[in-house]
């Protein structure tokens, strides 16, 4: 048991950290300048098409509009997101230009309670992220369904509209060349209704808008992504009977498809204004998997999505049933079991490959054997003592930091009473050993070593 609590929390962790490293660009954190808040899935591609409603129209300002209110729990939310309340907090000051406007549904009716929010451009988007950051200037239309909104600063954004009933809006624009007025126009929202065959209700459904690159990354894993290179817009349980449903989808093409811990099932359509789409969905039948390693040695089937494991029997078998089609990583894993998985898994994130685990693709209905899978200790330990100043450096950090650049093969250890420190869990390699004294944020040594897996390390850093 102890074993398995300790992988569900090294997999998680190098489940967020590899995330993150695998897209390269930092994901933005506040509404001001270049730290506008997207969700991250919806920062993740960046080459579609811009796609966008509506029309500028200068006009003479008849009033001054109400302002106030959160776009964040617009109708295409996939999450629990910023409710109305949260726009009752003290506001963000901006520094930008007013936005004033009115919106309007396609029979020139105005609308009341709709949602604007000013996010950093991405393009292709046609729908807002599913979440969206408090920091983010945000506003809500009065009665006559008229807004004002603030830059946060001079900077282009996307104006996301939404407003329940409706098909969300998207437009650029420029707060150096703003007109008196901007109306925007809100065609009437699709709807999908869809069936699931073989679904239970811990099945989920995601929406997504395709983009330009629909090729899967290289390190994809499982059934692949829903929608690769597309937007996430929302994601919909499906009841006892197999049914979801979407509501207020964008226009156009949209990807519907299948959690991909469930296996590979998508339909790609384009959907018009108002209209509403019937759809099946029918998964692909599990596949499965055996083979043979050391008895007792523990078998990891790893997708992200998937998690997996077994230890082998006395005669070394082993075996994974039921397993939705799709790329899995597949190794028998040494002691100790969390920190070897971890690395195995940064392997294949980083480098987009394995020579640590077999790549197995399951496909549905069929058994795929796999013999002779040997146990591999692929990290080490560095240990040893740290002197700074001419006595122990307690309470300072010890930072394994790796030459070839990969942020996820950073270790870190803390120097004890005694001077000693011990680091766990290090990827084969070579490091600099960096000591950084306590209370002081750069470091005061840099010292080279070699990790090799399976070996311990004994180093000493003397800062002067």
Same mark, same amino acid.
């Given at each position: ?302 997708? !992200? =999505?998937?998690? &997996?494991?077994? %230890?082998? +029997?006395?005669? $070394?078998? *082993?075996?994974?049933?039921? @397993?939705?089609? #799709? /790329? ?78 990969? !942020? =996820?093969?950073? &270790?870190?250890? %803390?120097? +004890?009473?005694? $001077?000693? *420190?011990?680091?766990?869990? @290090?990827?084969? #390699? /070579? ?34």
């Amino acid at each position: 048991m102890a074993r398995f609590l300790a992988l569900a929390a090294i997999v998680i962790a190098a489940a967020v950290g590899v995330w993150s490293l695998g897209r390269g660009d930092p994901v933005p954190l506040g509404g001001a300048g270049e730290g506008g808040v997207a969700e991250v899935s919806d920062t993740a591609h960046r080459a579609a098409p811009e796609v966008a409603q509506g029309e500028m129209r200068s006009e003479p300002q008849k009033r001054a509009p109400a302002g106030g209110g959160s776009a964040a729990d617009g109708p295409a939310a996939a999450a629990p997101t910023a409710t109305d309340e949260a726009a009752k907090q003290p506001a963000v000051i901006h520094s930008g230009p007013w936005l004033r406007g009115r919106v309007f549904d396609y029979s020139s009716r105005p609308i009341a309670g709709a949602r604007l929010a000013l996010l950093p451009v991405l393009a292709g988007r046609r729908a807002r992220p599913a979440h969206v950051g408090e920091n983010a200037p945000a506003a809500k239309t009065d009665e006559e369904g008229r807004f004002e909104l603030q830059f946060a600063d001079g900077r282009v954004r996307d104006l996301v509209v939404t407003a329940a009933g409706h098909a969300p809006v998207v437009l650029v624009v420029d707060p150096a060349a703003l007109p008196a007025e901007l109306s925007v126009r809100l065609p009437a929202g699709a709807r999908i209704a869809g069936y699931l065959h073989g679904a239970t209700p811990d099945f989920h459904v995601e929406l997504w808008v395709p983009g330009v690159d629909e090729s899967p990354p290289r390190t994809w894993l499982g059934t692949g992504p829903v929608c690769p290179g597309g937007q996430f817009v929302a994601r919909a349980g499906v009841d006892a009977a197999g049914r979801f449903t979407f509501d207020d989808v964008p226009v156009g093409p949209v990807v519907v498809g299948v959690g991909p811990q469930h296996g590979a099932a998508r339909e790609r359509f384009e959907l018009m204004s108002g209209e509403l789409k019937n759809i099946e969905l029918e998964l692909a039948p599990p596949g499965h998997v055996a083979g043979t390693s050391r008895p007792g040695v523990t078998i990891a089937l790893y997708s !992200g =999505a998937v998690n &997996r494991f077994v %230890t082998a +029997d006395i005669r $070394g078998g *082993f075996t994974f049933r039921d @397993v939705a089609p #799709g /790329r899995y990583l597949l190794a028998a894993v040494a002691e100790p079991f969390a920190s070897n998985l971890h690395a195995i898994v940064q392997e294949f994130e980083v480098d987009g490959r394995s020579t640590l685990a077999r790549l197995v693709d399951i496909e549905g209905g069929r058994t795929i054997r796999v013999d002779s899978l040997e146990p591999r200790m692929v990290t080490g330990t560095v240990l040893g003592t740290a002197w700074h100043l001419g006595r122990h450096a307690v309470g300072a950090a010890v930072v394994l930091r790796p030459h070839d650049g990969v !942020g =996820a093969r950073i &270790r870190r250890g %803390t120097v +004890d009473g005694d $001077g000693a *420190f011990r680091i766990e869990g @290090v990827p084969a #390699g /070579r490091y600099d050993a960096v000591l950084v004294p306590a209370g002081e944020e750069s470091g005061a040594l840099v010292q080279p070593c070699t990790v090799a897996a399976g070996g311990d390390v004994t180093i000493t850093l003397v800062a002067r």
